[in-house]
Structure formats: C-alpha cells, structure tokens
C-alpha cells in the first residue's frame, strides 16, 4: 500500500531524508532502472557502464555451473514453496545448514531468508530485557534490531570498537542485570576493515556477554588463515571468526549469500539450544515466506563452487583489488581501505562536488556506491568502488584511469 498522499510533504521535508531524497532523485547512480546486464557490464537506456557497485565478489551470479543448478531444483520443488519454516523445511535446507556448519566449523548453523530480518527479529530474542551494546558504526540493519530490542525493554548503549576498555566498564556497570549482548560488524561494509575480534571477543567472556557479528560481507571472501593460503584473504572464505583465529564460544555469527554467494538468504552460526530457541521465538522462522528455491539451489551449487575453486577466486579477486588499491596509493589519495578487501572507499577533498564528479563517472561509464550524507557524515562523502572476481583488468584498467583524473582534477581527497 502507498502512504497516503497527504503525508508524503512532510516526510520529504524532514531534514533527515531530504539530502537522500535529494540524491534519490537527481544521481543516475541511485534509485536506477537498468535495462541489461552482461556480467559487470551494464546498460542503462544506451549507455553501458561498468559495475563496481556489485557486492557479488566471487562472480558467482553469472558462473554456469551455479546458474545449472536452477532448474532442476525448481522442477523438483516449485518456484517457491510458501512454507513459513516452522510448518515445512525443502530438503535443501537441512542439507545447506549442514554442509555451512561444517564450513564455518560453528556448533550449529540456521537458516533465514536475510541479514535485515535476522536483525530484526533476533536481537531483541538475545537481549530480552537486559542490554544492548551497539558498536557506533554498526550497519543500520543492526542498529535498527537493537532499536526493536529497547522497544521491547532492554536498554541500548553505543560503544567504539577501537575503545575496549570502555566496554569492558559498561558490561561491568550492567553486571547481574539481565543479559548483556554486544552487537557489531565483521568486515565493515563501507571501509572494507574489521575490528580486533580475539580482543572484544575476550572482554565479551570475561564479563559473560554475547558477542553478535554481522558479517554479511566477509563470508565467503575472508577465510582461515594458513601457511598454504592463496592470499591474504586467507581459505575457504569461513568468515571473520575462522579468519582471526576465533572460536564460536560466547560469539553468535550472522552472515549473509546476498553478497558473495549472490542469493537470498542468510543465516546464524549458533549454539543448537538457541537455535532451537529461535525457532519458535524469531518471527521469520514462525511466519516469513522461504528464500526461493532458486536462492537455495544457488548457495548449494556456490557451496561446491567454492569448495573446488572458492580460493582461486579470492587469490584473482586479491589481485584485482590490489591494482585498485596500489594505485589509490600512488596517487597519494586517502582511503580507509586498510586490510586489502575489496570494498575501496574513496572521500573528495570538497564534499560539495559530489554531483559533478558523479556525472563525470558516468561519464566514463564506471558505476559506483555514491556515499553521501547521511549515509556517511559529511567528511567522508565521496564514493566506493567493490572490486568482483568478474571485473576483468580491462575494467580495473578504466577505474583507475578515471581515478587518475578524478585526482589531477583535485576532486579527491589526498592522504594527510
Ligand atoms: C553489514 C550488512 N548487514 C546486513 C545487510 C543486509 O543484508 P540482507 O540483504 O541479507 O538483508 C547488509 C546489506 O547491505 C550489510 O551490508
């Protein structure tokens, strides 16, 4: 249903929606109809542009072997049977739990059909009427599950994940007071960097609080780290606990397949009691329509992928991104991009030419995530470029020559 016609003025009006509002309706990189993809390639009306706004990092959306696995899913199961879960589970599901638990090498392992839900409805379940501490750049998804968990009684604290000693005195001063969970991201989806996990993971133990990790992006890139990894992304792409060396113990993971593994579902790595928990108390499990079968014959046949050539991927996607980063660096550009992922965030030197260096990209044919304010405050608006396994080095080639005269321009920030 459409908000009734009366009220739209004044929700366009409000000062925290009007700047994106703004940029909804006036940047060709927002809000876009786009008429044909071929890979990283894309068309709107006649002008092609290439994507860097796709976080399909390993190309899975358009690898055959995974694209073959649709159809005789679909012909077994429906398009979609509209099972809630509690009343009926596809065989996929429990197949797909199992073999990600064996991946993760979580104690157990539970499906639902995004992140956003799993925020939304979970949180508030792990919280109860005790605490909530929310990291202050936490994904808003996240922010807005410890928004529903104060609505339903706990209260809600902003940390800093670079400050552990601070929380450690928050989780102390809220002792014996009902339980205390600290919610977080892996990998940011906006600077590409993730927090010193063993250390706020350790200061989560001590004091008995939960640590919940969003890690939506770093699962299937980021994996555990050997002496015969591929590179630096490490193996497997097991996500941010195996990646630091974590173990499962007093962390709850959240991931997501809308990224890497380009299908809709999502999932928790988790303690089977609170699983089986969760299944009747977290509304998406009781009452949200399935991911399609489509998603779940995808995350199946990616799951194999990646088994058999998920690291030759990540080492090829290392390597674009490298030719991005490197040459961030020597045009002496500011980027928070610090940990080699292939999320490469780049701010102007004046946040006013956001417009015209837009317009100038698409210009050239490069589409990007435009980071503006509020998305991001104001001394970080600018752009992102996400590198996937499917952009060729014809593609880089591109990026970085418009981001050499993006930079001769002075539209660019430059490192202090
Ligand atoms: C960190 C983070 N969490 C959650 C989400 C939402 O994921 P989903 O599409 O599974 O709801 C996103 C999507 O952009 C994200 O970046």
């Not at 809630?84 to 599901?93: A, E, K, Q």
């Not at 995530?369 to 104001?378: D, E, I, Q, S």
């Amino acid at each position: 249903m459409h908000a009734p016609a009366a009220e739209l003025p004044a929700v366009l009006s409000d000062p925290r929606w009007r700047d994106l509002e703004r940029l909804r309706r006036t940047s060709p990189m927002s809000d876009a109809v786009l008429d044909e993809v071929r890979g990283r390639h894309i068309r709107s009306g006649d002008h092609w542009l290439i994507d860097f706004a796709s976080c399909n990092y390993l190309g899975f959306d358009w690898d055959p072997e995974i694209i073959a696995a649709i159809e005789p899913a679909v012909r077994r199961w429906g398009t979609h049977p509209s099972w809630s879960r509690l009343i009926g589970n596809p065989r996929l599901y429990p197949e797909i739990e199992e073999r990600l638990t064996a991946l993760l090498g979580a104690p157990d392992t539970l499906l639902l059909p995004t992140a956003t839900l799993i925020h939304a409805s979970v949180i508030p379940v792990l919280a109860d009427e005790g605490h909530v501490f929310v990291e202050a750049r936490a994904h808003k998804t996240v922010y807005d599950g410890c928004v529903a968990a104060r609505a339903r009684g706990a209260t809600l604290t902003r940390f800093r994940a670079d400050r552990p000693d601070e929380l450690d005195s928050l989780l102390g001063a809220a002792d014996g007071t009902g339980p205390r969970l600290v919610c977080l991201d892996g990998v940011d989806s906006m600077t590409g960097n993730s927090p010193d996990l063993p250390l706020l993971a350790r200061v989560c133990r001590e004091r008995g609080a939960t640590l919940y990790v969003d890690d939506t992006h770093g699962f299937g890139v980021i994996g555990e780290r050997s002496q015969s990894e591929p590179c630096p992304y490490g193996s497997r792409g097991n996500s941010v606990v195996r990646h630091t060396g974590e173990s499962y113990d007093g962390i709850v993971l959240v991931g997501g397949f809308s990224k890497a593994y380009s299908s809709l579902l999502a999932f928790l790595a988790l303690p089977t009691p609170l699983k089986d928990r969760l299944k009747v108390a977290a509304g998406p499990y009781l009452y949200s329509g399935p991911s399609p079968t489509a998603s779940l014959a995808t995350v199946l046949a990616g799951l194999d992928v990646n088994e058999r050539r998920g690291d030759e991927i990540r080492a090829d996607l290392y390597r674009k991104t490298l030719r991005v980063v490197e040459h961030v660096h020597a045009l002496g550009l500011d980027t928070p991009c610090e940990q080699g992922f292939p999320i490469v965030e780049l701010p102007l030197a004046d946040d006013g030419d956001l417009d015209e260096v837009v317009r100038l990209l698409w210009d050239r044919g490069i589409y990007v995530t435009v980071a503006a304010y509020p998305l991001v405050p104001r001394d970080r608006v600018g752009f992102r470029a996400q590198i996937t396994a499917l952009n060729s080095d014809e593609d880089i080639d591109r990026l970085d020559d418009t981001l050499t005269l993006l930079a001769e321009r002075g539209a660019l920030r430059l490192k202090r």
